[in-house]
């Protein structure tokens, strides 16, 4: 198999994962440029994955402009882990180069742009995955695993409850954070990992979305605290509740999947740890055993994984994962339920083109 030479676009608060996932994938991939409009910080993350991986000075290359390294190096995939505004812009303008992308979540700010981005990796044979690394959480493998094999019977509920706190200090330290143009509210930050769990366990394909969001107490264009009713065409119910304004540090991200037949949450710093697993003739104590590993971070463990899957589908000419596909769905429920709050009213899937530039004139942060 090849080995992919990599370039990570965006030097910021998520790169070190970037970095550790590169430096523990190093038979298969290695770290050849990094970029960012800061070019100290871009030299940081090749210092730190010089250090971690021993690779010489001279292999990597750091930049400033991520067009002149696209144009200079010799490059098989990007990271892209900038600002979420930039998202869409970058991915496809390497995409069209031939360069395959991994993009931080969420992929995109708007539907057309997500459905471009789609667009353009399928016209230049190029794959496009999204950075959901917590689908690669053992517990949540063995949630969806009892998924696949029907062991809840019908779907009943799911919940997502993400209950964090993010202070003025989080918002000052990076002024693009709770804007709409670059980064949307809480819901479109915080949450969208749990729920893109969410809907990945219950089905997946939306039929409607309600949704109550504002912002209470941190000073920002974007809501701090969200709450969504997701209808799934198979009749199960999601409820997704968003809070930076937990006092005085975070709660929970707890993920809660409830059937006929079986009952499961996973919670923890990333939903890492099985906290319910109850199924008639199984184990509850055994099934925590086998999958709950302690963390450190809200990040978790599974960018190393990720990339493992983008890689391998790379050298195997087959979808991510978390495809591009894959990863508009949770973007999706977030852009309908700002459609919800600007409108008052229930969003039907599919719908037309909407984009968090389209709630600047409307909610315009703290009352």
Request: include cysteine; aromatic fraction near 8%; charged fraction near 30%.
């Given at each position: 198999?090849?080995?992919?030479?990599?370039?990570?676009?965006?030097?910021?608060?998520?790169?070190?994962?970037?970095?550790?996932?590169?430096?523990?994938?190093?038979?298969?991939?290695?770290?050849?440029?990094?970029?960012?409009?800061?070019?100290?910080?871009?030299?940081?993350?090749?210092?730190?994955?010089?250090?971690?991986?021993?690779?010489?000075?001279?292999?990597?290359?750091?930049?400033?402009?991520?067009?002149?390294?696209?144009?200079?190096?010799?490059?098989?995939?990007?990271?892209?882990?900038?600002?979420?505004?930039?998202?869409?812009?970058?991915?496809?303008?390497?995409?069209?180069?031939?360069?395959?992308?991994?993009?931080?979540?969420?992929?995109?700010?708007?539907?057309?742009?997500?459905?471009?981005?789609?667009?353009?990796?399928?016209?230049?044979?190029?794959?496009?995955?999204?950075?959901?690394?917590?689908?690669?959480?053992?517990?949540?493998?063995?949630?969806?695993?009892?998924?696949?094999?029907?062991?809840?019977?019908?779907?009943?509920?799911?919940?997502?409850?993400?209950?964090?706190?993010?202070?003025m200090g989080y918002y000052e330290q990076a002024p693009w954070r709770g804007t709409w143009a670059l980064d949307g509210g809480t819901l479109m930050n915080?949450?969208?990992?749990?729920?893109?769990?969410?809907?990945?366990?219950?089905?997946?394909?939306?039929?409607?979305?309600?949704?109550?969001?504002?912002?209470?107490?941190?000073?920002?264009?974007?809501?701090?605290?969200?709450?969504?009713?997701?209808?799934f065409k198979n009749g199960a119910i999601g409820i997704i509740e968003g809070s930076a304004c937990v006092y005085p540090k975070n709660l929970e991200e707890?993920?809660?999947?409830?059937?006929?037949?079986?009952?499961?949450?996973?919670?923890?710093?990333a939903v890492n740890e099985l906290k319910t697993w109850r199924f008639e003739g199984e184990d509850e104590e055994a099934a925590k055993e086998a999958v709950?590993?302690?963390?450190?971070?809200?990040?978790?463990?599974?960018?190393?994984?990720?990339?493992?899957?983008?890689?391998?589908?790379?050298?195997?000419?087959?979808?991510?994962?978390?495809?591009?596909?894959?990863?508009?769905?949770?973007?999706?429920?977030?852009?309908?339920?700002?459609?919800?709050?600007?409108?008052?009213?229930?969003?039907?899937?599919?719908?037309?083109?909407?984009?968090?530039?389209?709630?600047?004139?409307?909610?315009?942060?703290?009352?």
């Open positions: 198999m090849k080995k992919l030479k990599f370039a990570i676009i965006g030097c910021g608060r998520i790169s070190y994962k970037h970095v550790e996932a590169l430096a523990k994938n190093i038979g298969e991939a290695e770290l050849v440029a990094t970029c960012d409009v800061v070019l100290e910080k871009a030299e940081a993350k090749k210092a730190e994955y010089i250090e971690k991986t021993g690779a010489s000075n001279d292999t990597v290359h750091a930049y400033e402009d991520y067009k002149k390294m696209v144009e200079t190096e010799d490059i098989d995939v990007v990271t892209i882990a900038t600002e979420s505004g930039y998202h869409a812009e970058i991915a496809i303008y390497c995409m069209k180069k031939g360069i395959n992308a991994l993009i931080e979540k969420p992929m995109a700010m708007s539907i057309d742009d997500a459905n471009e981005m789609i667009k353009v990796a399928k016209e230049n044979n190029v794959k496009l995955a999204v950075c959901h690394q917590n689908r690669f959480n053992k517990p949540i493998q063995k949630l969806r695993k009892s998924i696949e094999e029907n062991k809840f019977g019908r779907l009943v509920n799911g919940t997502a409850r993400i209950l964090w706190n993010r202070n915080q949450c969208i990992h749990n729920i893109d769990l969410l809907q990945w366990m219950m089905g997946g394909e939306v039929e409607r979305v309600y949704a109550e969001c504002d912002t209470y107490l941190r000073d920002i264009e974007a809501e701090d605290f969200g709450a969504i009713v997701v209808r707890t993920l809660s999947i409830f059937g006929e037949t079986g009952a499961a949450v996973i919670g923890g710093l709950n590993v302690k963390i450190d971070n809200v990040y978790g463990e599974g960018h190393t994984p990720l990339f493992k899957d983008v890689i391998d589908s790379i050298n195997n000419d087959r979808e991510p994962l978390i495809s591009g596909e894959e990863g508009k769905k949770a973007m999706s429920i977030i852009l309908a339920a700002y459609k919800s709050r600007k409108t008052g009213m229930p969003v039907q899937f599919p719908y037309e083109n909407f984009s968090t530039l389209d709630m600047k004139d409307d909610f315009k942060g703290r009352k």
